[in-house]
């Protein structure tokens, strides 16, 4: 038998009240009701609000009564009638309960809400359900940046064509002078939400499928060379927490990982298999499981016991001092923060000013490219999907392949060359 339960999941003042419905174990649906309620006001024996506390509260109960019926009455007249029930359809009776019409869904506005409410049913890139709380916020944006430029006069999603979107990035990018990789990213997202609102049967425009983001190729890539790494690894620094930042630092650069999964490695990374000791971890952002061999580099940086964990903001803040400290100021083109314009301003800056968590995992990558260790292992540890995207994350071009092939045909004709010298053709004996 389906049932209506009421919940929160948050407390405070205004908290929304959630409807789960649940057909059967396997089909439980849950989506906003659109109603707040005072948490102190919430019976969790009930299920409702305690009626006793004011006259708001009574009415609302009421009317969480009459939604669970209206819920119920809905359920049984579609499922008789063959009907898929899902969180689509739980979140349609709501609307409609609450006086909103499918047709609000055409408006874009209204259906980035509705995509920003359904984040948490929504496939994600790990191939789970859910999206992240940074994808989440991705959406978020969207919608505020969208009704910024809207105005007071909304759009329908039917009406989200080339010129729209022409209109739109020319907005972003002269008025709020975003920058481009940030304003493709918006386009993007964008065209994410009319896409979903298409396989749901709401109305787009026939350009929709020429409506693109894009992102823009890192022209800059920042990353500390072996001689640098020697440079702040022989430099003396007095104070603890910059001590303690500067091996995070060479550690991080060693094994080359995300600032967020190298600063969460704790004793309990490390193991031993075959012999042979790793560090093992999950990489957040992928979910890939990855092991990396820990390298007598890395038993020297660690022969002291791991540094102290610190948030990633103060890394970040923490390593541009000790490469301060440590010389690393050469002029290097790069990207920072405008304090007039509050927007990334590319210029050439002193190196150690350009210097954040990324640049742990850039380094390894980019040192150890065209040394010994094949590319494929090098993208499983920085758990690069293509070899496109090392290639790009790392800065490099069809010259610098070109480069290293005519080093390795070298290398092998020397190789050849000494083989030869090595070889002694034994000789006939002489009869005379």
């Known amino acids: ?57 009574k009415r609302l109960k009421i009317t969480l009564e009459k939604l669970a019926t209206y819920i119920n009455e809905q359920y049984n007249h579609d499922y008789a009638d063959g009907k898929t029930i899902d969180g689509a359809w739980l979140q349609q009776k ?38 992240s709380r940074s994808r989440k916020n991705d959406f978020k944006a969207l919608l505020r940046i969208v009704k910024e430029f809207e105005g007071k006069a909304p759009t329908k999603i039917k009406n989200v064509n080339i010129a729209y979107r022409n209109k739109f990035l020319r907005w972003l990018l002269d008025t709020k002078h975003y920058s481009k990789g940030y304003a493709g990213r918006i386009i993007s997202n964008l065209k994410t939400v009319c896409t979903d609102a298409e396989l749901n049967e709401i109305p787009t425009h026939a350009q929709l499928k020429k409506v693109s983001g894009f992102k823009v190729k890192n022209e800059t890539v920042i990353y500390l060379t072996p001689e640098e790494l020697k440079q702040i690894e022989e430099t003396y620094i007095t104070a603890p927490y910059l001590a303690n930042a500067k091996k995070w630092l060479l550690f991080g650069c060693n094994i080359g990982q995300r600032g967020g999964d190298l600063l969460d490695i704790t004793e309990h990374n490390f193991v031993t298999r075959n012999g042979y000791r790793y560090i093992e971890l999950t990489q957040k952002k992928t979910g890939k499981s990855v092991a990396i061999p820990v390298s007598k580099r890395t038993k020297e940086i660690l022969k002291n016991g791991l540094p102290y964990k610190i948030s990633l903001q103060k890394f970040n803040d923490y390593i541009k001092e000790v490469c301060r400290l440590a010389g690393i100021d050469a002029p290097t083109t790069g990207q920072l923060i405008d304090p007039e314009t509050k927007r990334y301003k590319v210029g050439e800056y002193p190196k150690y000013k350009l210097v954040s968590s990324h640049i742990c995992r850039r380094s390894f990558a980019s040192n150890n490219f065209g040394n010994d260790i094949p590319t494929s292992i090098l993208m499983r540890i920085t758990g690069h999907s293509s070899e496109k995207m090392f290639y790009s994350y790392i800065g490099k071009t069809s010259f610098d392949f070109a480069q290293q092939m005519a080093e390795y045909l070298l ?8 083989r030869a010298q090595m070889t002694i053709l034994p000789g006939k004996a002489s009869n005379q």
């Open 1 to 57: 038998m389906a049932t209506v339960k009421f919940l929160l999941q948050k407390k405070g003042e205004k908290a929304p009240i959630y409807l789960r419905f649940s057909v059967n174990r396997k089909n439980v649906f849950k989506r906003k009701t659109g109603f707040f309620v005072n948490s102190d006001r919430w019976s969790t024996k009930t299920n409702l609000p305690t009626s006793q506390n004011t006259p708001e509260n």
């Open 411 to 418: 290398k092998q004709e020397k190789e050849e060359e000494q």
């Open 94 to 131: 709501i609307n409609a309960f609450n006086g909103q019409s499918n047709e609000d869904l055409h408006r874009l506005t209204n259906y980035i809400q509705h995509y920003i409410e359904t984040s948490d049913i929504r496939q994600n890139a790990k191939g789970g359900i859910g999206l």
